[in-house]
């Protein structure tokens, strides 16, 4: 499998990278993993559970598992990483995650039992964490993925550019039939060489709509999709002049021609958002397509008395997809009295000037919309950096309470009914302006024809070819 970067580490406690993190998900498995279409909460290491009362939950393990060391896997296993990934000592990125888990405790050697400290909607999505040794929870950093993992694969290798791994015997999963290895290459036209060549069986996400048609011509090859759950949208500083007017935000989506975009430069693989969450989700709130409308957009700009042109930093990432996405939005904008100036930036430097407010504009994804309450990191008042990643500054009363009762409220159709509110006041206010959902796009040679990803692209679907 071909993939865009290395992973920053191999350590589930510490990896929040993309490839990071869906490595990490091959060699462990948490209590609960998530359905690969809806993404609601589902059985992995846990062979159920019940709720005992809104603030009790009581889970039962299963007892065919072993890690990769032949270890046990035991209710021990579970206190001991719940209460690691919590420890100031571990500094665990993930701390936040269990936040509001007020105590583990076992119930005999078949379940555990987690006591809230307050109510908490996400808890089971929360469970999803991977479960390490008990020995080995509170170690420090493994980043060459030497901790012992309950996941489908083991590495056997890993060095700059490529990790092996190896079928786990006693895994959460099945043993895979294959061997797995992740190979980097960062340039676009390698890859599709490394592709045509038989060099690779896999790439996801990684080759630009225009040069699938050829991959999809050459033998061996198939080019796939699935409707994906994760959002592409444009951030705006609000504390940087008429960006403040949400007139000038509604402008600045009205100006663009997403239809356009996502026809021509996705070759139909993304779809125009409505809002913010995917129609693949089960929180999505079905709203139509946001308009494209540049005389909408010049009368917004003029009725917030906006200066003319407005100039503005556009920030996107130096990828050539999605330069070329931000040009496009720039000669739109340009249309309607906004000269928004392109500027591509290595993603470190990008969120380095995200998080310190230098920016007025930046072309951003969400790249794993698992749970709709990751979006309080993004928009509640709480958690402008360097307390989280609310980049645009918002602070919008209204929308931080929707968020909290989105967090607190545990019945889904209760959640659904919120997160629609908050959408509501999403499109009105557009603090983050929504521009399209992705499709999962995998490249496969005939070996791993079968392959399909999950809706948020993680690859556990590795570990079930034939």
């Given at each position: 499998m071909l993939i865009a970067n290395d992973p920053e580490t191999l350590d589930p406690r510490y990896a929040t990278d993309a490839v990071g993190l869906r490595v990490t998900r091959l060699l462990h498995?948490?209590?609960?993993?998530?359905?690969?279409?809806?993404?609601?909460?589902?059985?992995?290491?846990?062979?159920?559970?019940r709720w005992v009362d809104p603030l009790t939950l009581r889970v039962e393990l299963r007892d065919d598992v072993r890690f990769h060391s032949g270890a046990p896997f035991t209710v021990r296993d579970v206190v001991a990483t719940l209460h690691a990934f919590a420890s100031p000592r571990v500094a665990s990125r993930h701390a936040s995650v269990v936040d509001a888990i007020g105590r583990v405790d076992t119930d005999g050697d078949a379940a555990v039992i987690v006591h809230l400290a307050h109510p908490h909607a996400t808890l089971l999505t929360d469970l999803e964490l991977p479960i390490l040794r008990t020995d080995q929870a509170n170690t420090p950093p493994a980043p060459d993925g030497s901790l012992d993992g309950l996941g489908p694969y083991v590495v056997t290798s890993a060095?700059?550019?490529?990790?092996?791994?190896?079928?786990?015997?006693?895994?959460?999963?099945?043993?895979?039939?294959?061997?797995?290895?992740?190979?980097?290459?960062?340039?676009?036209?390698?890859?599709?060489?490394?592709?045509e060549s038989g060099r690779a069986d896999v790439a996801q996400n990684l080759v630009s709509p225009t040069l699938l048609p050829a991959l999809a011509a050459q033998r061996g090859l198939a080019v796939t999709s699935r409707a994906g759950a994760n959002l592409t949208y444009i951030v705006a500083e609000e504390e940087r002049g008429p960006l403040g007017d949400a007139r000038v935000r509604r402008a600045i989506s009205a100006a663009i021609d997403r239809g356009l975009?996502?026809?021509?430069?996705?070759?139909?693989?993304?779809?125009?958002?409505?809002?913010l969450v995917a129609p693949t989700h089960w929180a999505h709130a079905d709203l139509p397509p946001l308009p494209f409308d540049p005389a909408a957009a010049r009368g917004l700009l003029a009725e917030a008395a906006a200066p003319r042109p407005l100039r503005l930093t556009l920030l996107t990432s130096t990828e050539r997809l999605r330069g070329d996405v931000a040009r496009v939005v720039s000669q739109e904008l340009a249309d309607v009295g906004i000269a928004a100036e392109v500027v591509p930036l290595e993603l470190g430097t990008m969120i380095a000037r995200l998080n310190a407010g230098d920016f007025d504009l930046a072309?951003?994804?969400?790249?794993?919309?698992?749970?709709?309450?990751?979006?309080?990191?993004?928009?509640?008042?709480?958690?402008?950096?360097?307390?989280?990643?609310?980049?645009?500054?918002?602070?919008?009363?209204?929308?931080?309470?929707?968020?909290?009762?989105?967090?607190?409220?545990?019945?889904?159709?209760?959640?659904?009914?919120?997160?629609?509110?908050?959408?509501?006041?999403?499109?009105?206010?557009?603090?983050v302006i929504p521009l399209w959902y992705e499709d999962q796009v995998v490249v496969?040679?005939?070996?791993?024809?079968?392959f399909v990803p999950s809706a948020e692209g993680r690859w556990l679907g590795l570990a079930q070819l034939p």
């Open positions: 498995a948490g209590l609960v993993r998530l359905d690969p279409d809806t993404l609601a909460p589902m059985p992995y290491l846990a062979k159920g559970w060095e700059s550019g490529a990790i092996a791994l190896a079928p786990a015997d006693h895994g959460a999963l099945p043993k895979p039939a294959h061997a797995l290895v992740l190979r980097t290459v960062h340039d676009e036209n390698a890859r599709a060489l490394r592709l975009l996502c026809a021509t430069l996705f070759a139909a693989h993304a779809h125009p958002a409505g809002g072309i951003l994804a969400l790249p794993e919309m698992t749970e709709p309450n990751v979006l309080r990191r993004f928009l509640h008042s709480a958690f402008v950096p360097p307390a989280g990643a609310n980049r645009g500054r918002v602070r919008d009363p209204e929308l931080d309470r929707l968020l909290d009762d989105g967090a607190h409220v545990s019945d889904p159709g209760d959640r659904r009914a919120i997160y629609a509110r908050m959408e509501a006041v999403e499109n009105s206010a557009m603090h496969t040679s005939e070996a791993a024809r079968a």
